[in-house]
């Protein structure tokens, strides 16, 4: 037996004893009635007629009509109860609706996440880069021409995917090293001549974290920090440090920068990979939570301070 036969059980069962209630009284009023008065032959006179009904009907009509209004007050209780239970139902189904509503939004921003992750991991196997033909070699380091000037390196080779990043890394550290004061400038310098190779690159980066944070700004329950740690933890130390020098360019600083400071993307790069030059040009939350760089940062906030109160 399902619930709703149930219900339909429950809601006929108390008129089904009011019915017996009803005939018992009846029954009760008759016994009575023939009891005081005794059987007799069917009268021919209107007055015993008239007689036994005024009995019958006064004695059963107040109580029928009590019990009328017991079944009626029954009946109010009873629709009152199946409203009740509509309106859980409702609500029920509502949340449940609510619930697949939000489950298939996540399955479809995780459906676009991976396949953007794909592409992500395409572009990077798709990057190479040929070697520098040697100028000189000194103390076993290259000397090669890179723009308009030497740079130093530590190897020089051909490269290919993942490898071609961390040998951009080193060209870009190397070349932005000429002028402490100008590294933006320097790296401009250095995206223009690699910008057929790596402006693809950074720019699906941007789109990947975009795309995350439009869904954040969109859903107040989206968890946006595992699918960014998920993303984060593709990027080696040396894609990370290009990108510390892309967002500071002007390039990238305008809407790049504040995305990686929105999502702590530096929290886990260690402390020597970026120069003082360009962690000062960053907003702390850019590392997150980490105590290194909270103990990093706090020791060059009270030197500075100290150099500042001597002066």
Same mark, same amino acid.
């Given at each position: 037996? +399902?619930?709703?036969?149930?219900?339909?059980?429950?809601?006929?069962? /108390?008129?089904?004893?009011?019915?017996?209630?009803?005939?018992?009284?009846?029954?009760?009023?008759?016994?009575?009635?023939?009891?005081?008065?005794?059987?007799? %032959?069917?009268?021919?006179?209107?007055?015993?007629?008239?007689?036994?009904?005024?009995?019958?009907?006064?004695?059963? +009509? /107040?109580?029928?009509?009590?019990?009328? $209004?017991?079944?009626?007050?029954?009946?109010?209780?009873?629709?009152?109860?199946?409203?009740?239970?509509?309106?859980?139902?409702? =609500?029920?189904?509502?949340?449940?609706?609510?619930?697949?509503?939000?489950?298939?939004?996540?399955?479809?921003?995780?459906?676009?996440?991976? *396949?953007?992750?794909?592409?992500? +991991?395409?572009?990077?196997?798709?990057?190479?880069?040929?070697?520098?033909?040697?100028?000189?070699?000194?103390?076993?380091? @290259?000397?090669?021409?890179?723009?308009?000037? @030497?740079?130093?390196?530590?190897?020089?080779?051909?490269? *290919?995917?993942?490898?071609?990043? =961390?040998?951009?890394?080193?060209?870009?550290?190397?070349?932005? %090293?000429?002028?402490?004061?100008?590294?933006?400038?320097?790296?401009?310098?250095?995206?223009?001549?690699?910008?057929?190779?790596?402006?693809?690159?950074?720019?699906?980066?941007?789109?990947?974290?975009?795309?995350?944070?439009?869904?954040?700004?969109?859903?107040?329950?989206?968890?946006?920090?595992?699918?960014?740690?998920?993303? =984060?933890?593709?990027?080696? *130390?040396?894609?990370?440090?290009?990108?510390?020098?892309?967002?500071?360019?002007?390039?990238?600083?305008?809407?790049?920068?504040?995305?990686?400071?929105?999502?702590?993307?530096?929290?886990?790069? /260690?402390?020597?990979?970026?120069?003082?030059?360009?962690?000062?040009?960053?907003?702390?939350?850019?590392?997150? %939570?980490?105590?290194?760089?909270?103990?990093? $940062?706090?020791? *060059?906030? +009270?030197?500075?301070?100290?150099?500042?109160?001597?002066?």
């Amino acid at each position: 037996m +399902n619930s709703q036969d149930e219900q339909v059980k429950e809601i006929k069962s /108390p008129f089904k004893r009011y019915i017996i209630i009803a005939g018992i009284m009846i029954l009760i009023v008759l016994i009575l009635y023939f009891s005081k008065f005794g059987f007799y %032959k069917l009268s021919s006179n209107q007055g015993d007629w008239g007689t036994f009904g005024d009995f019958v009907g006064g004695s059963l +009509n /107040p109580l029928l009509a009590f019990l009328s $209004l017991i079944a009626l007050l029954t009946t109010i209780k009873i629709q009152t109860q199946e409203l009740s239970e509509t309106r859980k139902e409702i =609500r029920a189904s509502s949340r449940a609706l609510q619930d697949q509503s939000e489950s298939a939004k996540l399955q479809i921003f995780e459906n676009t996440f991976f *396949k953007m992750i794909d592409v992500h +991991n395409s572009i990077v196997l798709n990057l190479s880069l040929k070697k520098f033909n040697v100028s000189k070699y000194v103390d076993n380091k @290259f000397m090669v021409k890179f723009i308009d000037n @030497f740079i130093e390196l530590e190897r020089n080779e051909d490269s *290919k995917d993942r490898d071609t990043i =961390r040998q951009l890394h080193d060209i870009c550290k190397s070349y932005t %090293k000429l002028n402490l004061f100008s590294k933006e400038a320097q790296y401009e310098k250095f995206y223009n001549y690699y910008e057929d190779k790596i402006s693809n690159y950074y720019g699906f980066i941007y789109q990947i974290l975009k795309f995350i944070k439009d869904e954040e700004d969109n859903n107040q329950d989206f968890k946006s920090k595992k699918y960014v740690y998920l993303f =984060r933890s593709l990027f080696s *130390k040396s894609e990370l440090t290009l990108l510390a020098y892309h967002c500071l360019s002007k390039i990238g600083r305008k809407k790049f920068k504040s995305l990686l400071e929105h999502f702590e993307f530096f929290e886990h790069l /260690p402390i020597k990979y970026l120069d003082d030059n360009l962690i000062s040009k960053f907003d702390k939350n850019i590392f997150g %939570k980490s105590d290194k760089w909270k103990k990093y $940062l706090e020791n *060059k906030q +009270n030197k500075f301070k100290d150099e500042y109160a001597t002066t």
